[in-house]
């Protein structure tokens, strides 16, 4: 992927905001700002203004100012602009910025951000890159101001990676596929001959493992996003889910399946040697690591229906930390370490919730006929998940924020199912 460059736009103090949003309150009330389109002698500007829009507006904690309002048309994004216009349409925030070309063809695209109530300029960035990356840059351009607002890391310069599906019901054909996270970019990973299943992201590369049904057996690859270079993990006949990703990336945790029971084991990439964790007459799955590396959360019906468990990296301290009505699996270790994602069977419904890694705190953020597959965004502050609708339709891919008021469909060209979030891309 072209490099992306960013320096400080001169002139930038350390400013206090005056406007900023506290993301730790409940249901927090969206932040007016206003995102003028960007100056430039092409449609490029108003392009890159429109991402950032939707971009900022998707998140929830932005509602963005219809530009039908403007009474300033920014034509200058150098000098300070009239704050009494734009206070006067309640934009307590503005964007404004300039794209053009340099000599040598790159794209340079800078931004401004202002707290139109301070009367001043809370930050402000200039990027060169290849003009074909131009919807990268605006992502780039909504995580900054989302980190300047909220203090916390933005999640819009990510990929997800999931199954795209066709075809009537009783013969789906299923493809690999990746998008940027807003569903534009698709492209497709695999050719859809074989049937593929649950992929995983690797926490620090482009590098994602996925199950495959090549030959009608069950096999585990590497995929190397970028250059498409593909390495056998093995063959596990047992397996039902792809293996998570270690923290470090040198490790995956799986669930291999023997005699009628399924325990949890690690393999070490590199040298390939498995460890085993779990040994019960149950079906323990779904594992996934905390960040830290130190423990994993799986699902196991040792108790009679599946429950959520954690126990320590080596296999000790296994503990039961899901005690509601119902089923619980798909468990996801979030980003942050401080909550657990999962799905919920219960009174006829599949739910995606949350609960504290000691099982407290449960929420619900949504529910419907079947969700499943929850996958954290890398700030852990939004999960992607797919709902598979009642009737002949197929399953679409949403997001929803851990407010649970924010949820939202994500555009496939297909039916989509099994999203697994990238971690940021790097510059």
């Known amino acids: 992927m072209a490099l992306v460059c960013a320096v400080v736009v001169a002139g930038v103090g350390p400013a206090r905001a005056q406007v900023e949003i506290d993301i730790n309150q409940g249901n927090v009330e969206p932040l007016p700002i206003a995102v003028t389109d960007f100056v430039s002698s092409d449609d490029l500007g108003a392009r890159i203004s429109q991402v950032v829009t939707a971009d900022l507006r998707r998140s929830g904690l932005f509602a963005p100012v219809d530009k039908s309002a403007f009474i300033q048309n920014i034509s200058d994004p150098d000098s300070s602009p009239r704050f009494e216009d734009w206070r006067v349409i309640d934009a307590q925030a503005l964007v404004t910025g300039r794209v053009s070309q340099e000599p040598d063809g790159r794209l340079r695209a800078e931004f401004r951000l202002w707290d139109t109530f301070a009367g001043q300029q809370l930050t402000g960035q200039q990027f060169f890159t290849q003009p074909d990356n131009w919807r990268r840059v605006a992502h780039i351009i909504a995580d900054a101001i989302y980190e300047r607002l909220t203090g916390e890391k933005g999640y819009f310069d990510t990929r997800v990676v999931f199954v795209s599906e066709s075809g009537p019901k009783d013969n789906r054909r299923k493809q690999l596929a990746i998008m940027d996270q807003d569903g534009a970019n698709v492209r497709y990973l695999t050719d859809g001959n074989d049937l593929v299943l649950t992929p995983r992201f690797s926490p620090n590369r ?185 009737g002949s339709g197929g399953p679409q891919l949403y997001s929803i924020d851990l407010t649970g008021y924010n949820e939202q469909a994500i555009q496939t060209p297909n039916y989509g199912s099994d999203p697994a979030w990238s971690p940021l891309l790097e510059n």
Not at 217 to 245: A, D, K
Not at 355 to 362: K, L, N, T
């Open 206 to 390: 482009q590098e994602i493992t996925y199950m495959s049904f090549e030959g009608g057996q069950p096999r585990v690859y590497l995929l190397q996003l970028e250059t498409g270079q593909r390495e056998l993990v093995g063959n596990f006949p047992g397996m039902t889910f792809s293996p998570r990703f270690s923290p470090d990336g040198q490790k995956v945790v799986m669930s291999l399946q023997q005699d009628g029971n399924a325990n949890i084991y690690t393999m070490d990439l590199r040298s390939r040697q498995t460890t085993r964790l779990t040994s019960t007459a149950a079906i323990d799955t779904s594992p996934s690591y905390s960040p830290d590396g130190n423990r994993v959360v799986f699902e196991s019906d040792r108790g009679g229906r599946q429950q959520l468990y954690v126990m320590n990296a080596d296999g000790s301290g296994q503990q039961r930390i899901s005690f509601g009505d119902g089923s619980y699996s798909t468990p996801v270790w979030s980003p942050r370490g401080d909550l657990i994602a999962f799905t919920k069977q219960s009174g006829g419904k599949f739910s995606i919730g949350v609960m504290r890694p000691d099982g407290s705190g449960e929420r619900i953020l949504t529910s419907g006929f079947h969700n499943e597959g929850p996958t954290w965004a890398p700030n852990g502050r939004v999960l992607m998940f797919f709902r598979q609708p009642a």
